[in-house]
């Protein structure tokens, strides 16, 4: 089964391009779907193996041409870019895509808790494009990574203003926060592809460790060497800077604490780091 053909979307993303390296270092065949092949970020995956192929999950038509002959499809859209609206009709736009092209297997990667009614816009607007996915009758897995360990070092994510300010401002350092890292994602996923049988239908959310913000702090500092960087940013110009979804998820899981069982990805992903291997790994990377 390894040898069929999966088609990434997001593939020059953080979560896309995670999934695409372990495809095809499992020796699937990967068409990453990008707007954009002549990016550095897609020309490293054709450097891989991978088929990079220009389409936008606005674009029907390009998509539903995307997804032809593909065994399996991994979809993940970015609200931050798209916008919530947008988020959703890109779901749906692969969902219909899928479906018209036979797809077996689609792997969608959520977020949250999976129950409605948060209030927390990017997990709202996830259930939506589910319950689409549902109704159309697709072999589906969804996939709820908690929180990427990256958020704590992608710059692209603000960390000093995010990670290390606002996000335990709003929720409480001493709120335990279940961590997965990007790496390991991309590894569940060709995991879950590999056992249709297993996962179809399967509703996961992922986890690898569970850590408060105090604590991984108090970790960083013994393993950098240094506290890590921290710009405290008022919340209200955090949210004029990246939207109000994080701060009203952060104030959410400030009085709802999420039950998740790391034993359920480690069984999953028995490699699957913890924070204090990551923040390892990391420093000994740079």
């Not at 065949?29 to 897609?42: D, E, Q, W």
């Not at 916008?83 to 969608?108: C, K, M, P, S």
């Not at 994602?185 to 408060?212: M, N, Q, Y």
Request: glycine share 8%; aromatic share 6%.
């Amino acid at each position: 089964m390894a040898d069929r053909l999966v088609a990434v979307t997001g593939a020059t993303g953080r979560q896309g391009g995670a999934v695409a390296r372990h495809l095809l270092a499992a020796g699937w065949r990967v068409r990453a779907i990008t707007r954009n092949p002549g990016s550095a970020a897609a020309r490293a995956l054709a450097e891989l193996g991978a088929d990079v192929v220009r389409a936008d999950l606005a674009d029907p038509p390009t998509l539903r041409e995307a997804l032809r002959g593909a065994y399996g499809v991994f979809s993940v859209q970015n609200p931050m870019t798209s916008g919530l609206a947008g988020e959703i009709t890109q779901g749906r736009n692969v969902g219909d895509a899928a479906a018209a092209a036979g797809v077996r297997h689609l792997v969608y990667a959520s977020a949250g808790t999976g129950e409605p009614g948060t209030g927390v816009g990017i997990w709202e607007s996830k259930l939506t494009v589910q319950a689409h996915l549902t109704a159309l009758g697709l072999p589906l897995t969804v996939l709820r990574p908690m929180a990427y360990m990256e958020l704590m070092s992608d710059r692209t994510f603000y960390p000093p203003m995010a990670a290390w300010h606002v996000m335990p401002t709003l929720m409480g350092g001493d709120r335990p926060v279940p961590w997965l890292c990007l790496d390991d994602f991309g590894a569940v996923v060709v995991r879950v592809l590999a056992e249709p049988a297993r996962f179809v239908t399967a509703d996961l959310r992922l986890a690898s460790d569970v850590r408060t913000i105090d604590e991984c702090r108090t970790m960083w500092r013994e393993i950098n060497g240094r506290r890590p960087r921290r710009f405290p940013m008022p919340v209200r110009l955090f949210e004029k800077f990246v939207g109000p979804d994080l701060p009203t998820m952060w104030r959410w899981l400030r009085t709802h604490p999420t039950d998740v069982d790391t034993a359920d990805t480690t069984a999953l992903l028995p490699e699957a780091r913890t924070v204090r291997q990551w923040m390892l790994e990391r420093r000994a990377a740079h």
